[in-house]
Nanobody, 123 residues
Framework: QVQLVEFGGGLVQAGGSLRLSCTASGRTFSSYSMGWFRQAPGKEREFVATIGWTGDYTYYADSVKGRFTISRDNAKNTVYLQMNSLKPEDTAVYSC????????????????WGQGTQVTVSS
């Protein structure tokens, strides 16, 4: 397993942008697929985006497609989530996660999680 720490959350107005970062410990980061998930108060955890080992494969939830971009820098053990055109409904705690298999949208298949970072979008 790897240890994950997220950075970059905050308060932003609707239409604005934020970039989240997630840095992993360990030397095997490049062997993990990574995902971003979010959870709003009173709601279940929701898939946002996932990326494969090399970064060539990405997949997004329909709700963020065209607005969010997931990317990774294996040399820095970091995965990013660039969020543009933010909406109030994007408000949630965003968490990154790692899994040793291929990229996936189901949270229970990930075995390492960060502590989460709050993103609040005001209208």
């Amino acid at each position: 397993q790897v240890q994950l720490v997220e950075f970059g959350g905050g308060l932003v107005q609707a239409g604005g942008s934020l970039r989240l970062s997630c840095t992993a410990s360990g030397r095997t980061f490049s062997s993990y697929s990574m995902g971003w998930f979010r959870q709003a108060p009173g709601k279940e955890r929701e898939f946002v985006a996932t990326i494969g080992w090399t970064g060539d494969y990405t997949y997004y939830a329909d709700s963020v497609k065209g607005r969010f971009t997931i990317s990774r820098d294996n040399a820095k053990n970091t995965v990013y989530l660039q969020m543009n055109s933010l909406k109030p409904e994007d408000t949630a705690v965003y968490s990154c996660a790692a899994r040793s298999g291929g990229p996936a949208s189901t949270p229970h298949t990930y075995n390492s999680w960060g502590q989460g970072t709050q993103v609040t979008v005001s209208s």
